[in-house]
T-cell receptor, first 112, second 117 residues
Framework: KQEVTQIPAALSVPEGENLVLNCSFT??????LQWFRQDPGKGLTSLLL?????REQTSGRLNASLDKSSGRSTLYIAASQPGDSATYLC???????????FGKGTTLSVSS | KAGVTQTPRYLIKTRGQQVTLSCSPI?????VSWYQQTPGQGLQFLFE???????NKGNFPGRFSGRQFSNSRSEMNVSTLELGDSALYLC????????????????FGAGSRLTVL
């Protein structure tokens, strides 16, 4: 059974710092992995989706990498801003592709 | 293009009551999924509907049910509410529900926040 773990659970950084969020999974037989952002009390916003054939995806200041063999993905945020404060979740499909399995998330706080 | 719309956004119920939540998917999306989010358990899959049929179900009791209409709109119902049902209920839609295909990215709504007193 696939399990997804995100470390750390919470992170506080000053504005301008580069940071890395980690996501690990137990079953490397995956097709893709997705990173989401969730603002307090709100729904999920998709940030990046990495296909299993890709090693990384970039969108603006965000870069996500995927290493299937080690069961790890990282989300790199460059030059963090207070507006980046949110919970970041990684998720990947179950084996049948019928539902997403989520990590518990990393809550990021960027102070100005 | 309108996103996934969920109503109501907030509601308060008492134990034993029932509740119905509504979700309108993105136009053209035929698959609708529901997830429950709680501080303790995180995000958990409830069920998925496609063409008015429930195709997949998570590990939740029978008090949790849903349906999908011919226009792909979906409702979920929780009967005999318990305190532990307090959660953010998120609806998501995709083209056909095959999440192993990169073309089927789930798009989430803003959620319905249920508080059970």
């Amino acid at each position: 059974k696939q399990e997804v773990t995100q470390i750390p659970a919470a992170l506080s950084v000053p504005e301008g710092e580069n940071l890395v969020l980690n996501c690990s999974f137990t079953d490397s037989a995956i097709y893709n992995l997705q990173w989401f952002r969730q603002d307090p009390g709100k729904g999920l916003t998709s940030l990046l989706l990495i296909q299993s054939s890709q090693r990384e995806q970039t969108s603006g200041r965000l870069n996500a990498s995927l290493d299937k063999s080690s069961g790890r993905s990282t989300l790199y945020i460059a030059a963090s801003q207070p507006g980046d404060s949110a919970t970041y979740l990684c998720a990947l499909p179950n084996q049948a592709g019928t539902a997403l399995i989520f990590g518990k998330g990393t809550t990021l706080s960027v102070s100005s | 293009k309108a996103g996934v719309t969920q109503t109501p956004r907030y509601l308060i119920k008492t134990r034993g009551q029932q509740v119905t939540l509504s979700c309108s998917p993105i136009s053209g999306h035929r698959s609708v999924s529901w997830y429950q989010q709680t501080p303790g358990q995180g995000l958990q899959f409830l069920f998925e509907y496609f063409s008015e049929t429930q195709r997949n179900k998570g590990n939740f009791p029978g008090r949790f049910s849903g349906r999908q209409f011919s226009n792909s709109r979906s409702e979920m119902n929780v009967s005999t509410l318990e305190l532990g049902d307090s959660a953010l209920y998120l609806c998501a839609s995709s083209l056909n529900g095959d999440l192993n295909s990169g073309a089927n990215v789930l798009t989430f709504g803003a959620g319905s926040r249920l508080t059970v007193l």
